[in-house]
């Protein structure tokens, strides 16, 4: 059977979404879970997720065996031998050629950011930042919609050649005491969402103009290279 998984994760406890050779990924948990319940079997990520970044809709599918045909029964195993950071949120079963990453359609970020300085129980979930200039953002996060090549908003040493994206929408928006970016893309360049925040969050500042970020968005120059704090970074919802 071919089984879809819905996770979320707390992504300061682990060095990353993808396995790792000291074992201290999300992935490298999950099978551990797994082996304590006699499945062996090979994990398939939509997408990847840095260390420190979380994770309330991630999406992965794997076969399992047949002996397994209770998902109820198998979630509610599989938590108790989770760690309490990562918890699954629901399985169900899919056509046999089911592919969480190259299916995907659509992938959904949320970065939240708080201008009030979090406390010692929120800082590793929230971006600080003291002040927001909300008119700036809002004007500023929409020239990223539409298809354009990202290559001065990732990484360097990432394995992708080809750093041309969509993105689909975007909104800059206050819920409670938090502001929440959100971006909606086909998928994302390693770090480009952090880079995208921390460019957006200079503009805010007034130390980067709208003529600044849409020459580096042009590939005009390359002003800024300083990627947001990853701790208020979540993988929210995958489409398919």
Partial sequence: MNAKFIISYDGTQFQGSQTQPNGLSVEDKIQEAFKQINI???????????????????????????????????????????????????????????????????????????????????SNYLSYCENIDEKKIKEAIKLFEGVHDFEYFHKKGSDKDNTVREIFATKFYKYKNTYV????????????????????????????????????LEKKHHKFKTPASPYGLYLAKVYY
């Avoid at 079997?41 to 260390?51: A, E, F, N, Y």
């Avoid at 994302?188 to 503009?203: D, E, H, K, P």
């Fill in 40 to 122: 062996s079997t090979k994990i398939v990520l939509s997408g990847r997720t840095d260390k420190d970044v979380h994770a309330t809709g991630q999406v992965f599918n794997c076969i399992l065996p047949d002996f397994w045909q209770n998902l109820k029964k198998l979630k509610r195993v599989l938590n108790r031998h989770l760690p309490s950071s990562i918890n699954i949120k629901s399985i169900q079963e899919v056509d046999i050629d089911f592919h969480s990453r190259f299916h995907a359609k659509k992938r959904v970020y949320r970065y939240l950011v708080s201008s009030r300085k979090p406390s010692v129980f929120e």
């Fill in 181 to 216: 970016f959100y971006f909606c893309a086909n998928s994302y360049l390693r770090s480009q969402i952090r880079l995208m925040v921390g460019a957006l969050l200079r503009v805010s500042e007034g130390k980067l103009s709208l003529e600044d970020l849409q020459k580096q």
